[in-house]
């Protein structure tokens, strides 16, 4: 059985920052690209952050551009977002996503308050 795993959540001020991991167990294929989704307070589930198979290409909501780095470790089968310059609208679940089998994650709680 596959399972997704989140972790690093916290609560952090505004201007911090945090590394959330997608720990993936139970596949034994490799070759799979990870997206993390958060959903805000009463909002819709959004993509913050893509990465291919080999981590070559990434992609990102314009609302993070330039503050979130997505990367992945194929060995470790784990995906990581670090995020920089966190924002009171970054406050959420966010979800670690893997789309070839559409598995989700239980979801990790990043709060961004003073």
């Known amino acids: 059985q596959v399972h997704v795993v989140e972790s690093g959540g916290g609560l952090v001020p505004p201007g911090g920052s945090l590394r959330l991991s997608c720990a993936i167990s139970?596949?034994?294929?490799?070759?799979?690209?990870m997206d993390w989704y958060r959903q805000g307070p009463e909002k819709a589930r959004e993509l913050v952050a893509f990465?291919?198979?080999?981590?070559?290409?990434?992609r990102y909501a314009d609302s993070v551009k330039g503050r979130f780095i997505i990367s992945r470790d194929n060995a470790k089968k784990t995906s990581y977002l670090q995020m920089n310059s966190l924002k009171p609208e970054d406050t959420g679940v966010y979800y670690c996503?893997?789309?070839?089998?559409?598995?989700w994650g239980q979801g990790t709680q990043v709060t961004v308050s003073s």
């Open positions: 990465i291919s198979v080999t981590g070559d290409r990434t």
């Open positions: 139970g596949l034994s294929l490799t070759n799979y690209a």
């Open positions: 996503h893997l789309s070839v089998l559409d598995i």
